[in-house]
């Protein structure tokens, strides 16, 4: 058993970590000073309020620490980073603002909402009505006016913008007004695109009228997996009187103390990785349509964020794409959703989005054997093994 955990572990490093293209929006790789601390002493110890554990004198500093750079990042009166990740973010801010039978308006999962948020997930948990914005599949985005009107309507208790699949900002600004005036909170889930947020290469959802911002902390922001509340103050307050002991009892520090150096990357360096991001997922988006793939959105440019999506009408034949892709170590989901955080992590530019491009039609279009592009693979991935943005280098 021991030598069969450690080998699997072993191969699982040597595939995904040096011979895979890492192509899935949600997720991104920490840098080797931000993933040591992952191990560090940390990982053993326990915290409560009220000081019950002895031995916490660092740890308090480490929290303080964490809570004071996210605030500068994010330029939020409110941080908390004890969430055990998005969907526990969500959950806190959910369960903080509403009860039961109460509206929530939110992006169904149908147009690429967060399908946890949902019937089968946090709104059928709490036993709320989820509403769906009105939603232009053809702009991937919600429809003003109407939203204006449903919102009118329908009286949310809570308005969240957000998705799974997000390409471009949403109309906080245009909605936030209306959903106050008619009695809602309003929030943001921005697991997608925190860190295109802190590096101030998408929409700024606390300025733009959302109360709170949260979600996860791993996906274009590359911190250690978790989750992350930014609030103004009188949310952010609120939440905070609830999360211990309701949604987290112990957190778990090292997490924490990893995301701090995160941030502190994020603060330094995140502005020129989110603009790459961004710059990457343009490029590969018009190259990949270039071939003849089916890029959404080409009126709008494609994309915004760090997200390019492929239309194939649902799983089924996006699952045959991406297992076809998954031969030749291409790795993505079965939307199709092309992310370009990990790759713009690791150094990849505009000519490698090119050579992705290149890669993925052999797979896919001319039916290359994937034996053939997986050494073209490797090679690439080869040449990007450093991680960037952050101060290692
Ligand atoms: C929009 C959105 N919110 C929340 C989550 C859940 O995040 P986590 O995996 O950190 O719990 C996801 C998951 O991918 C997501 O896409």
Not at 104 to 111: A, L, T, Y
Not at 165 to 191: C, M, Q, W
Not at 203 to 208: A, F, G, I, S
Request: net charge negative.
């Amino acid at each position: 058993m021991i030598e069969e955990i450690l080998s699997l572990v072993r191969k699982h490093e040597e595939w995904r970590g040096r011979k895979c293209l890492n192509l899935i929006p949600s997720e991104n790789v920490m840098s080797h000073a931000v993933r040591g601390l992952l191990s560090s002493e940390l990982a053993h110890r326990y915290t409560a309020r009220g000081r019950f554990y002895m031995g916490t004198r660092f740890i308090d500093d480490i929290e303080q620490c964490g809570e004071e750079i996210a605030k500068e990042v994010f330029g939020a009166e409110t941080a908390d980073l004890r969430p055990l990740s998005g969907h526990i973010a969500d959950l806190i801010f959910i369960a903080s603002f509403a009860k039961p039978n109460d509206v929530v308006m939110c992006v169904s999962p149908e147009d690429g909402g967060y399908p946890g948020m949902w019937k089968d997930g946090l709104a059928g948990l709490f036993s709320l009505r989820a509403v769906p914005f009105p939603f232009s599949k053809h702009d991937m985005n919600i429809r003003v006016e109407e939203a204006k009107e449903a919102i009118r309507r329908v009286k949310p208790k809570i308005v969240i913008f957000g998705a799974s699949l997000i390409t471009f900002p949403y109309p906080v600004k245009e909605l936030a007004e209306v959903a106050h005036e008619n009695g809602a909170r309003v929030g943001f889930d921005g697991s997608h695109v925190m860190g295109l947020i802190a590096g101030e290469h998408f929409q700024d959802p606390l300025k733009e009228g959302a109360s709170a911002l949260f979600g996860s902390t791993h996906k274009t922001l590359f911190g250690p997996q978790g989750g992350i509340i930014l609030a103004d103050r009188e949310h952010g307050e609120i939440m905070k009187a609830k999360i211990y002991p309701t949604f987290v009892d112990n957190a778990h520090w090292n997490r924490i103390a990893a995301l701090t150096l995160a941030l502190a990357e994020m603060k330094k360096f995140g502005n020129a990785y989110a603009d790459q991001v961004i710059s990457n997922a343009k490029t590969l988006a018009r190259a990949l349509y270039d071939h003849g793939f089916p890029v959404r959105c080409q009126h709008l440019g494609f994309t915004q964020s760090h997200q390019v999506l492929l239309d194939y009408g649902g799983f089924e034949l996006g699952r045959v794409i991406a297992e076809k892709l998954q031969d030749a170590n291409i790795i993505v989901d079965c939307v199709v959703r092309i992310g370009t955080c990990e790759v713009t992590r690791c150094g990849m530019k505009e000519r490698e989005m090119m050579e992705i491009a290149e890669l993925v039609k052999r797979t896919v279009m001319d039916n290359e054997p994937p034996e053939n592009v997986k050494k073209d693979v490797a090679r690439l991935c080869a040449d990007f093994q450093k991680i960037e943005y952050c101060f290692e280098n």
